[in-house]
């Protein structure tokens, strides 16, 4: 196994992550030959929002489609753009070391969100991130945006007061940090800061070597997370949340969930000794969003 071909999105986010999954490749064996491809995704070609176009899996089918067909032998994903369970022939063969997990927010004044003015225009496309913001202030007019990093950021200058993204992309990027935004307030999209890569299950020799890029905390946490998911049958047409840390030994997990419209908010937390935790807690949240709407 000399010849690589790893598929990733165009944008200059996913090629970064691309660069950092092709130097732990190299530091594994210098002597590759790493070859990658471009392939455009749906989400890539809309500009409609998230929700009216398919929810998740937009950003990831199109690469999935292409290591099915065996024109390239791995994806690198974003872990929070993947649906709960991979199709038939694939899984996720590595999960990386985890970025920072939070939300930021960007304004030219370095607002805080209890900070922003009345009625303060934000950015954001995250039906997540604008339940969980209307949560603590209600006043806020929440602007559906799309693009690239850069290109969201760019609406700061134009016409809106703030923009919120992930931490995880702008360090990836390089960029100027905003003000994080604390996780017991806005609790992360399940995954968010985590590259997956995601191979051919019948692939065995590369699956053994991709499997030594695994990080084994980000791993655990990556499954309680998908777990929870998964329990739902959730993509990202339904706010929901999930965050999951290992602590003296133990999963700590905190997560959300949220009618469609946002009007009934609920929250849960929990610690266990597996994964399971996630579709407890899913099931937790999924009686108490009942009792409520």
Do not use: W
């Amino acid at each position: 196994m000399t010849n690589i071909r790893i598929g990733t999105r165009g944008s200059a986010l996913a090629l970064a992550q691309t660069e950092i999954v092709k130097k732990l490749m190299l530091s594994v064996n210098p002597g590759l030959n790493i070859e990658v491809s471009v392939i455009k995704t749906a989400g890539d070609n809309s500009t409609e929002p998230l929700t009216l176009i398919g929810g998740k899996g937009v950003f990831v089918k199109e690469l999935e489609n292409a290591l099915l067909s065996d024109e390239i032998d791995m994806a690198v994903h974003s872990l929070k753009d993947m649906q709960s369970i991979s199709p038939d022939g694939l899984f996720i063969a590595a999960y990386l070391l985890r970025e920072d997990p939070c939300d930021m927010l960007f304004s030219k004044q370095g607002y805080t969100i209890r900070s922003l003015p009345e009625s303060a225009r934000v950015g954001t496309s995250s039906l997540r991130r604008i339940c969980q913001l209307k949560n603590i202030r209600p006043d806020i007019v929440c602007v559906e945006i799309r693009g690239n990093v850069p290109t969201r950021l760019k609406r700061i200058e134009k016409d809106l007061d703030a923009v919120i993204l992930a931490a995880a992309g702008i360090k990836r990027l390089r960029l100027n940090t905003g003000v994080a935004i604390d996780l017991n307030e806005m609790i992360p999209s399940p995954g968010q800061g985590i590259i997956a890569i995601e191979t051919r299950q019948g692939d065995e020799k590369l699956n053994l070597f991709i499997d030594k890029l695994n990080d084994p905390e980000t791993r655990i946490c990556a499954l309680a997370e998908r777990g929870f998911l998964a329990r739902l049958g959730a993509d990202c047409r339904i706010p929901a949340a999930a965050y999951a840390k290992i602590s003296d030994n133990e999963i700590s997990m905190s997560a959300m969930l949220a009618t469609a419209d946002g009007s009934h908010i609920v929250r849960t937390a929990g610690r266990s000794l597996t994964p399971e935790i996630g579709a407890v807690l899913a099931e937790t949240l999924l009686e108490k969003l009942g009792r409520k709407s």
